[in-house]
């Protein structure tokens, strides 16, 4: 088991440098869902860096693709690949780590940027596991915007008629949107709700919360529901960095020389 | 033919265990029989082509080889992204089936007309497109598709089709290839899909001299075919129940000058194509009406 906190911290780190070194962006986005990352990378999720393709794995769906860096520097990390290479090879002309995820690196089942395709996706591999007879989970991990996206609905609808209780849906839910608060653009509320009328079992948490996190999924995985399972995770979009925490700029900005060595001297300094 | 194509479906289900079917909520009294015999590898996932489109995908990957089944414009333009995402780009082993190819559905109105979906599907990378003229081309698609691995697009007429060919080999059968219907001279009909069986009609009237062919495929035409028919025929005049922008005969045209840019065919052959003029047709008809109307017909033809 690798040490959660420390294991969210790399990821934050990493996520910087390559936001910063590239000018890319969704810094926010992948701040508000590394605690998530770290949770499943670090431990909860049976998935083997030397064999990335292994049946037995745990699948897991990237949906919110935009937050590239997060997932990328989790893998990484965890030795999906060199890591080592990341920086340089993060959007470099004729690399694979393009700045939405993309199925052709290791351990990224599937390629999104497109919003609303990864639950869909995620509810075709657990009818075929299920038909199968695996027990393996089945993880999708969703942003909070993209569930303005009618095909998330035809897929919640869906998930439960067919009783997938192999599939686990984490809503990083942020509360910010691409162009502004979820809540003055198209709100979700009362989203947990939504969910448990759609016959699926909910759980909220404090998604930065790792035990809270790690309990919840743990419990998902041991419940035979006959329900698909969410797990609503609240969390601060930009969390780790106080200038970042909860402003929409960081969807888009990159950060600049002086704000790349203030993030950084936060993200050190915390728990250290 | 759609009968056809969907017991041939059933038949190589029964040996090729990894066939899954879904449909989105139709289907009706086509569809049963697979159903029936396949429980566990059939699911209607209701009226949600998209949703259906990414199940497929999902399912793919786990080894499955699933076809999607819908009418015209549902299966393929309304989640044109997830067949080009998560389809496509993913290699997924996912074959979708139209019913409904052109007028078929003629008076339900556009909704139903299936006219812009041979442009669309072939304009994605990996997608094989195969458009069957009649029963036993049908009969012949299904076995391709069971057996190809990869994206692949069947539009299929409705039903009531003639047979046109005999027992097609699969060597006769694939993309590039087309198939003789009836020999001739100087100009050369070639058409895709079903609105072969009006057109040889009015051609044993009025053109007994024009050679006949199929092509049940558009799209990854064999060069060495085309550098053939380049020399063989002064004219070619191709002919779908598709609109002129982006179809059949685009793609042939596309096909001949990249051959002919390359130096690999001397001489550009006369191609006149017969096609929707880009219109939508807002008015109700049968499929015959339809065609008629768009100018679907040799007789249409400035000759």
Known sequence: ?272 | MRNTFINTLCDLANEHEDVFLLCGDLGYSVLEPFADRFPNRFLNVGIAEQNMTLVASGLAREGYNVFTYSIGNFPTLRCMEQIRYDVCYHDANVKVVAVGAGYAYGPQGVSHHTTEDIAMMRALPKMKVCVPADPQEAKAAAAFMVSHRGPGYVRLNKSGEPRLHELLRPSQFRPGRFIKVRDGNDTLVLTTGAIVHSIAKEMSSTFPGWALWTSPFVGDYDPITLIELGQSFNRIVTVEEHQLNGGFGSSLIEALSDLYAEGKLHRMPFVQRLAIPNVFVSTSGTQDYLRDAAGLTLASLAI
């Open chain 1, 1 to 272: 088991m690798i040490d959660y906190v420390e294991f969210s911290r790399l990821i934050r780190l990493k996520a910087l440098d390559m936001c910063h070194k590239k000018r890319t962006s969704h810094i926010g986005g992948a701040f508000s869902v590394a605690d998530i990352l770290a949770v499943l990378y670090g431990g909860f999720l049976n998935v083997d860096p030397d064999a990335p393709c292994d049946p037995e794995r745990d699948r897991v769906f990237y949906s919110k693709g935009h937050a590239c860096t997060a997932l990328y520097a989790a893998l990484g990390i965890r030795g999906f690949f060199n890591d080592a290479d990341l920086l340089t090879d993060f959007t470099r002309d004729g690399s694979y780590f393009t700045s939405h995820v993309n199925h052709r690196v290791p351990g990224v089942e599937l390629s999104t940027g497109s919003l609303g395709h990864a639950l869909g996706v995620a509810c075709g591999c657990a009818v075929a596991l299920q038909e199968q007879k695996r027990s393996n989970l089945v993880v999708t991990i969703l942003s909070d915007g993209e569930l303005d996206e009618g095909s998330n609905w035809e897929a919640i609808l869906f998930a439960a008629h067919h009783r997938l209780d192999n599939l686990v849906a984490i809503v990083d839910y942020n509360k910010i949107q691409s162009f502004g608060a979820v809540e003055d653009i198209m709100n979700l509320e009362p989203l947990a709700d939504k969910f448990r009328s759609f016959n699926w079992e909910v759980e909220q948490v404090d998604g930065h919360n790792h035990v809270s996190v790690q309990s919840a999924l743990a419990r998902f995985r041991s419940s035979h529901s006959r329900r698909p399972k969410c797990l609503i995770a609240h969390t601060v979009k930009g969390k780790g960095v106080d200038f970042m925490e909860g402003r929409l700029a960081w969807h888009y900005q990159s950060p600049s020389d002086d704000e790349y060595r203030r993030a950084r001297m936060q993200l050190e300094l915390f728990n250290a």
